[in-house]
């Protein structure tokens, strides 16, 4: 492969990276809020709450080892994720 193609690799595995660590931490989040008040006593809500995000971390952690080890990914954008912008030439002008 040539470095190009390399380059564009490595900013897609980043950005798997990226969408994988925010949906873990935003399950984590959200069993958090549900646990807050599952659980009443700020005292053991606490030490619930730096497990969990212990455990979310590690998680993390060890898929992005997994990505960067295992796999080469390629993101391929949907419409939605391709924004073009044209600037006015001088045919667009009125004159």
Known sequence: ???KEDAVLARS???LKRDVETSVLKSADDILNIAEVAIGDP???RAF???VLRSANDAVREIKKTIDMNYQ???VP???DI???RRPSISDRQV
């Open 78 to 80: 949907t419409n939605e």
């Open 73 to 75: 990914v390629l993101f």
């Open 13 to 15: 595995r980043d950005k």
């Open 49 to 51: 709450r730096s497990k």
């Open 1 to 3: 492969m040539d470095s």
């Open 83 to 85: 924004i073009q912008v």
């Open 43 to 45: 005292q053991r809500y």
